[in-house]
């Protein structure tokens, strides 16, 4: 819900569609066993994720200092849509 959150006021009057809460983990892996993609949600539910951009600090120099959550999801978000991962529904300028 987080990210969710983070991206509802700047893509939700685009038209994107953002959960408004949280579904219990056993309504998704009841749904799972009707939907394939409800099933590999539900088979990542009880593992935590983490993540270590060390080796990106150390071999690219890239920083990440500075950036809040929202800023570099809405960066990621603008770059599926232009890749073509997201429907683009942005307005046309």
């Not at 749904?31 to 409800?38: A, L, P, S, V």
């Not at 949600?41 to 983490?50: E, H, M, P, V």
């Not at 270590?52 to 849509?81: A, P, W």
Request: hydrophobic share 40%; aromatic share 12%.
């Amino acid at each position: 819900m987080e990210y969710a959150n983070a991206l509802r006021d700047e893509f939700g009057p685009m038209g994107y569609q953002l959960p408004t809460k949280n579904a219990y983990d056993w309504v998704v892996r009841l749904g799972g066993w009707f939907n394939d993609e409800m099933a590999y949600i539900a088979n990542k539910l009880s593992i935590n994720f983490s993540y270590d951009n060390k080796k990106t600090v150390e071999k690219l120099g890239i920083q990440f200092e500075g950036q809040s959550l929202e800023k570099v999801l809405s960066i990621m978000t603008h770059d599926m849509i232009e890749h073509g991962m997201l429907e683009d529904k942005r307005p046309r300028v």
